[in-house]
């Protein structure tokens, strides 16, 4: 049964017209349940992101390897009062090697929490490098204020749970064992090793080296302490994202897994060599936006944020189905447009009547096209999410324009549009690169077409 329309009492000539006013504004009225799937796409997103952490929280998060740095105890005069008395505290001296290559092979897990996918790794980090003679001098420290009984080495690891097994290395040939010292400014993990030396003397031409079994989940970080710092990183995994201060100079990705070598000089850091006192942090800024403001604050006065310089790798899964399907529906407004442009030319064109209520449940339709997107995206993939959902709306529609239309004909080349356009958005979101100007020469060609058919009109 049809619908009387809303337009029959108004005059011939001014019909027209008002049919287009209506459905510009059911245009409108439709713009809002896309806001609403909006919202249920970043609920779902943001679910997905707990779903990391809490896996996260039990494995190990994002890792920042940083070190070794050699701390030097030393008692600094503060001040003198009038009898000449002298107060005296104690305060760090950090040095940093002069030369340290980092070798890491990363194994990477992928797992699910429900229907949510994680990306873990196991990882084995060899590290070796030396300490030239040191320089305090520079700092003004005289040897003989050093505590050099409470010398140790540090290591600074953004999740402490990732260590497999205890942190040993081997420090001028002897073994040294690492236990934990609390935290940074901003959370970082401080691993320690007493040196228990007795003079300067015996930190001339120290080499190390060590190996590290380190868990984490997404990313793993290097902070180039060096004044020459190598870092070298293969995986299996074949989705690398290389991010940080700093490219790699060298990198091979394949489908069998990659490998990358990062060079780093201390020109290229914004933190010195050596430095008094402990206002730093090693927390990858990337992590945590405010982080700079958090040390300012933590430290008090001079600080370096050592994160700010590491560079390393993320392991991503390389479809992120809740980013595509947000981009997606940003080209509502476009499916709903298109579409009933296509009908108002096809229904005035051919003298056929479609009630604006009837308008109304063919847009309903077009919205629910993205829910059911990400309903089926999130089990199947995007792809074929797309496919299923784009052709279970164009045979509704078409089925329902059949029955309007009362023309096989007709219906057939609705479908054919239909077709087309959820083609046309599918390559769009697709070609990342070229989306824009493929958009553009799009929506150019879809309003030639409309120019060229409106022009038979009586407006």
Do not use: C
Not at 52 to 72: I, Y
Not at 335 to 352: C, S
Not at 355 to 368: E, K, T
């Amino acid at each position: 049964m049809n619908l009387p329309t809303t337009t029959e009492s108004i005059p011939q000539d001014n019909r027209i017209l008002v049919k287009g006013v209506i459905i510009g504004l059911l245009v409108l009225l439709l713009l809002i349940p896309t806001f609403f799937v909006t919202g249920v796409i970043e609920e779902r997103e943001d679910r997905q992101r707990q779903a990391v952490q809490e896996v996260s929280a039990k494995w190990a998060g994002r890792q920042n390897l940083t070190g070794p740095m050699l701390v030097l105890p030393f008692m600094q005069t503060v001040s003198t009062d009038s009898s000449g008395r002298t107060k005296k505290v104690k305060q760090l001296a950090y040095f940093l090697p002069s030369d340290l290559a980092v070798a890491t092979r990363i194994r990477p897990q992928q797992r699910s929490r429900g229907i949510f996918k994680v990306m873990l790794y196991e990882s084995q980090n060899d590290l070796s490098g030396r300490f030239d003679s040191l320089d305090l001098e520079q700092l003004n420290i005289n040897p003989a204020a050093v505590l050099w009984q409470e010398a140790f080495v540090q290591f600074s690891l953004s999740d402490p749970k990732g260590l497999n097994e205890e942190l040993a290395m081997q420090w001028g040939g002897r073994s040294i064992t690492f236990s934990a010292a609390g935290q940074d400014a901003t959370g970082g993990s401080r691993m320690v090793a007493p040196l228990k030396i007795s003079a300067l003397s015996d930190l001339k031409q120290v080499s190390f080296s060590g190996r590290i079994h380190l868990n984490g989940s997404e990313s793993m970080y290097l902070t180039p302490v060096g004044r020459s710092t190598t870092f070298t990183v293969q995986s299996a995994w074949p989705h690398p994202s290389f991010t940080g201060a700093i490219l790699p100079q060298q990198t091979a990705v394949s489908d069998s897994g990659f490998s990358a070598t990062w060079k780093s000089m201390a020109h290229k850091r914004s933190f010195p060599q050596q430095w008094v006192g402990n206002g730093f942090s090693t927390e990858v800024p990337m992590s945590n936006p405010q982080l700079e403001a958090v040390i300012e604050t933590a430290a008090g006065g001079d600080s370096y944020n050592l994160g700010r310089d590491a560079f390393g790798v993320d392991l991503f899964i390389p479809v992120n189905d809740y980013q595509k399907t947000m981009r997606s529906i940003k080209y509502a407004v476009l499916f709903i447009v298109l579409t009933f442009t296509a009908f108002f030319l096809v229904e005035t064109a051919h003298k056929r009547s479609v009630h604006p209520f009837q308008y109304a449940l063919i847009g309903i339709a077009l919205v629910l096209f993205f829910l059911l997107l990400l309903s089926f995206s999130e089990y199947i993939g995007f792809n074929w999410a797309y496919a299923i959902a784009a052709l279970a709306t164009v045979s509704l529609i078409a089925w329902f324009m059949r029955g309007l239309l009362g023309s096989g004909k007709l219906s057939t080349l609705l479908t054919v549009v239909l077709v087309l356009l959820y083609s046309y958005v599918f390559t769009i979101l697709q070609l990342q690169d070229y989306s824009l100007i493929l958009g553009s020469i799009g929506l150019f060609l879809s309003l030639a077409v409309v120019m060229r058919y409106s022009r038979k009109f009586q407006w």
